[in-house]
């Protein structure tokens, strides 16, 4: 089964090719191409072209900098990166664009708007997300950060962790405890933090594949305008659902492109090496390639929902938790069908840990085996698959809560 696009998308689809074609060098084959440096340059400099020709954040309206374009021209676009083996924006832009930009459009003040969307699509702002805490990781609302307004400002101390990007962000947004009386969930702020200031530190923290891509941030009186609270004071918590909606499931209807793409990769690799033909590789690579399949038969339910004005909500935990179940096993999948080569890891590695490389890719074992050592992480960050599970239970099903 594959969707049928209508004319007008398809016309559109010739518009992002020939942007495609104009803006590429010759012979591009993706960035996986690119050494490390080289990528990272021209990941930089491609988002430039990505903001001056308003490719990022496709599907904002046109009067807040953004693409204006209907959920249907974001997936082609979406397929359309795929295939050429190009970023869909920064190394920030999941947090700054994905998941601030589009809370902000929901509750942000007008001023908070003008402010900041410019500044986001830009580039001059790049934004890190301040939730999980020490004690405070699944249960969120466990949070003691707090943040205690002075005057016409608000003074911020505690620490937050798996703080991801941090070491390349320069504002936070990060949920703080500003009434101790209230309930758990009803004392709670979303706050905008800039992070060049004295009191905000940022501590790498070391993961298995070597990378440092998650962070500890502790703030000793680090301080935010009282304006900085987004969807007003103590209502925090209902604007951080919102974002958590956004992370969890939007990317839903052009995640699965990129998956797909890297499923390709994986049974290239099972050729390349000789062991396509093994009863027992060719059955677990059946079984991720229906996975893969049915992820994008998700994705397009996602996609006939927002053509239909459908917003993420608790549903968006569906897709979170069917793609980092499904991203541990695939990498497995990787080590074996490298056998010994995954022991000792060479070659190129992905620019994230999160995901090997788009496009024409080198298939080194260093590309997977780092990828796999952070597929364990998929099933934790942004809520762990027991979190998805009882969120699915309680709010989509309407199952009775778990007992505490």
Known sequence: MQPKYPAEAE??????????????PQNW???????HAAAETFTKDWRKVLY????????WPKEYGGGGLSPLEQVVVAEEFVRAGVPAGGSNDAFSI????????????EEQKKHYIPRILSGSDLWCQGYSEPNAGSDLANLGTRAVLDGDQWIINGQKIWTSAGQSADHIFVLCRTDTDAPRHKGISFLLVDMRQPGVDVRPIK???????FNETFFTDAVAPKENVVGGTNNGWAVAMTLLGFERGE???????????????????????????????????????????????????????FLKGHHPGPDGSIFKLYWSEYHRVVTEL???????????????????????????????????????LNARAGTIYAGTSQVQRNILGEMVLGLPKEPR
Do not use: H
């Not at 010739?14 to 803006?23: G, I, M, N, Q, S």
């Not at 994905?98 to 003040?109: C, E, H, I, K, S």
């Not at 990317?251 to 009863?279: I, Q, S």
């Open 52 to 59: 001056e020709a308003g490719y990022l954040a496709t599907g």
């Open 334 to 372: 990787a080590m074996d069908i490298m056998g010994a080569d995954a022991l000792v890891p060479n070659g190129r590695t992905p620019l994230s840990s999160f995901q090997t490389d788009d496009g024409s890719a080198p298939n080194s074992s260093g590309s997977w085996a780092n990828t796999f």
């Open 29 to 35: 084959k993706g960035i996986g191409q690119l050494d």
């Open 251 to 305: 990317a839903a209807a052009t995640m699965p492109l990129r998956f797909m793409a890297e499923y390709d990769r994986l049974a290239a690799m099972a050729r390349e090496r000789g062991v396509a033909d093994d009863p027992r590789i060719r059955q677990r690579l059946a079984f991720c390639y229906s996975k893969v399949k049915i992820m994008q038969l998700l994705g397009w339910r996602t996609l006939t929902g």
């Open 98 to 109: 994905g998941m601030l930009g589009n809370t902000l459009l929901r509750w942000g003040t």
């Open 207 to 213: 993961m298995m594949s070597g990378d440092s891509e």
């Open 11 to 24: 016309s559109y689809r010739d518009t992002v090719r020939a942007f495609l074609a104009e803006k590429l």
